[in-house]
């Protein structure tokens, strides 16, 4: 197989998937792109990237222009087209085959690629915003006056504090009029204790 880049003889090298299977993919030893067939791209194990830039560390941790515009298949010298993917990782540049549907990688843009997918899979962090802060302090105020001998005033206080009809797209406060009916006014209670359980669980 020739390189789509510089047409010079690429070598077989060898990355482990995600199951622990060996997958053989090509590379070019002059410019360091990569080839992958169908579905090889995507089996790639996270840290498989560092075991290929090891051909010349110095020479691939920075990715290249590639020579030539026009690249073709390396596979079916047919012409490779740029793929575009929504839900692909954005920056990074990559080459398809429209007939065997493989993907050439230039140096530098197979480790962009995994460092992508890494930081995608990094847990989210929950952000608390001050309402919810606000909303703690309320409960531990309450929980401190209960706790201080005032147990019938501050359970009328906790009673009037989960009842009270909360918006569910707002989470503010809403005003119960005299017009809601039985059925609606359990409805926004029961919506309000769910809601403060949530965020205190959050919280935590």
């Known amino acids: 197989m020739l ?10 090298v060898e990355i482990v998937s995600h199951y622990g299977q060996r997958i053989t993919l090509d590379q070019c030893p002059e410019c360091g792109g990569l080839w992958f067939d169908k579905f090889e791209l995507y089996r790639a194990k996270l840290d498989q ?6 051909i010349d560390s110095a020479r691939l941790t920075n990715p290249t222009l590639m020579k030539n515009y026009r690249l073709l298949c390396p596979r079916d010298r047919a012409e490779l087209i740029r793929f575009d993917d929504k839900y692909f990782p954005s920056g990074i540049i990559v080459a398809k085959c429209p007939v065997c ?32 802060a606000q909303l703690e302090e309320k409960m531990q105020r309450i929980l401190a006056d209960y706790q201080s001998n005032k147990g019938s005033d501050t359970l009328a206080r906790l009673g009037n504090f989960l009842s009270t009809p909360v918006d569910t797209v707002t989470m503010k406060p809403v005003a119960s009029g005299d017009t809601a009916s039985a059925a609606e006014r359990t409805i926004s209670t029961a919506m309000s204790v769910l809601m403060l359980a949530l965020r205190l669980f959050l919280r935590v």
């Open 3 to 12: 390189c789509s880049n510089d047409k010079t003889e690429m070598t077989p």
């Open 101 to 132: 549907e493989g993907f050439w990688l230039n140096r530098g843009e197979f480790t962009k690629y995994q460092k992508a997918r890494r930081a995608s899979k990094q847990p989210r962090e929950v952000i608390i915003t001050e309402s919810n």
């Open 49 to 54: 990237a560092d075991k290929l830039e090891n």
